[in-house]
Nanobody, 121 residues
Framework: QVQLVESGGGLVQAGGTLRLSCAAS????????MGWYRQAPGRQRELVAD???????NYADSVKGRFTISKDNAKNTAYLQMNSLKSEDTAVYYC???????????????WGQGTQVTVSS
């Protein structure tokens, strides 16, 4: 019913930049929040940043001041601008959206397939 497609990952040198995109499509009523998570080898998936439908944002301490999350409500697309990348940012980045399928609760979480970000030192 809801598909999330991520793009923009790749290989970059330390100090470089990347911009991830996550486009939501399908049949739904509204998107409450969209967020980016990441999972490095041998580690648990962790929140990087999320944004509500009203534009409120939340960031992991490790990325504050370097990453910026934004959203285009008309396109149902979220973006993650990543600057000053470090080797420890290397991970698979996943998009998550909390979506209501109808005008009444509940809302459901949907995940994208993930995109690899590799930062070489």
């Amino acid at each position: 019913q809801v598909q999330l497609v991520e793009s923009g990952g790749g290989l970059v040198q330390a100090g470089g930049t990347l911009r991830l995109s996550c486009a939501a499509s399908g049949s739904f009523f509204s998107i409450y929040t969209m967020g980016w998570y990441r999972q490095a080898p041998g580690r648990q998936r962790e929140l990087v940043a999320d944004i509500t439908s009203t534009g409120s944002t939340n960031y992991a301490d490790s990325v504050k001041g370097r990453f910026t999350i934004s959203k285009d409500n008309a396109k149902n697309t979220a973006y993650l601008q990543m600057n000053s990348l470090k080797s420890e940012d290397t991970a698979v980045y996943y998009c998550k959206a909390k979506v209501s399928l109808r005008a009444v609760p509940p809302a459901y979480d949907y995940w994208g397939q993930g995109t690899q970000v590799t930062v070489s030192s």
